[in-house]
T-cell receptor, first 113, second 114 residues
Framework: DQQVKQNSPSLSVQEGRISILNCDYT??????FLWYKKYPAEGPTFLIS?????DKNEDGRFTVFLNKSAKHLSLHIVPSQPGDSAVYFC????????????FGTGTSLTVIP | GAVVSQHPSWVICKSGTSVKIECRSL??????MFWYRQFPKQSLMLMAT?????????EQGVEKDKFLINHASLTLSTLTVTSAHPEDSSFYIC??????????FGEGSRLTVL
């Protein structure tokens, strides 16, 4: 049973525009969420996180929004750059379960120059 | 610099042989490490939780006799794929949790079984 879902397997955006990646989860006990970026043949690298006590966290061009009632989070990248082209995974966890994270299936973002 | 290092990054082996993959925590001690497997175009699948000084905890459906995990020290966990077969070919990734709740990932190890 997939507890974290990314329903869009791919997304193409023009350079300079906004990229919006979406993620839904089913377990209302999740209280910590992360976004990871992954290039082919490499391990994921941490991008940005948000805990359930917040509804927004911003870091430079990256902003994560959390809607707990809808069990939905999104990652906004503004402005998008070609170097942002990668697969993005969202992950969710209950912090008191020893940092076991459940990952979505990923969204492949292509930023067109 | 890298916080978690995996070795080897790519290994090719014959069917029936065993392959060992190392995961090292470079900057901090880790009593827990996680091992994931990723198939092409699929999500990271948690295989097992490696516990320093005790047995690993395996996820449902993961054969513990096939995927041997040893967490011998606070900085090293190893995953041994025993009697590897072509269907074991995959990208194996380890991660190390920090107290902040963040996970640091290794670079991944690509296994190809001929």
């Amino acid at each position: 049973d997939q507890q974290v879902k990314q329903n869009s397997p791919s997304l193409s955006v023009q350079e300079g525009r906004i990229s919006i990646l979406n993620c839904d989860y089913t377990n209302s006990m999740f209280d910590y969420f992360l976004w990871y970026k992954k290039y082919p043949a490499e391990g994921p690298t941490f991008l940005i996180s948000i805990s359930s006590i917040k509804d927004k966290n911003e870091d430079g061009r990256f902003t994560v929004f959390l809607n707990k009632s809808a069990k939905h989070l999104s990652l906004h990248i503004v402005p998008s750059q070609p170097g942002d082209s990668a697969v993005y995974f969202c992950a969710a966890s209950r912090l008191n379960t020893g940092n076991q994270f459940y990952f979505g299936t990923g969204t492949s973002l292509t930023v067109i120059p | 610099g890298a916080v978690v290092s995996q070795h080897p990054s790519w290994v090719i082996c014959k069917s029936g042989t065993s392959v060992k993959i190392e995961c090292r925590s470079l900057d901090f001690q880790a009593t827990t490490m996680f091992w994931y497997r990723q198939f092409p175009k699929q999500s990271l699948m948690l295989m097992a939780t490696s516990n320093e000084g005790s047995k690993a905890t395996y996820e449902q459906g993961v054969e513990k006799d096939k995927f041997l995990i040893n967490h011998a020290s606070l900085t090293l966990s190893t995953l041994t794929v025993t009697s590897a077969h072509p269907e074991d070919s995959s990208f194996y990734i380890c991660s190390v949790p920090q107290g902040s709740g963040e996970l640091f990932f290794g670079e991944g190890s690509r296994l190809t079984v001929l």
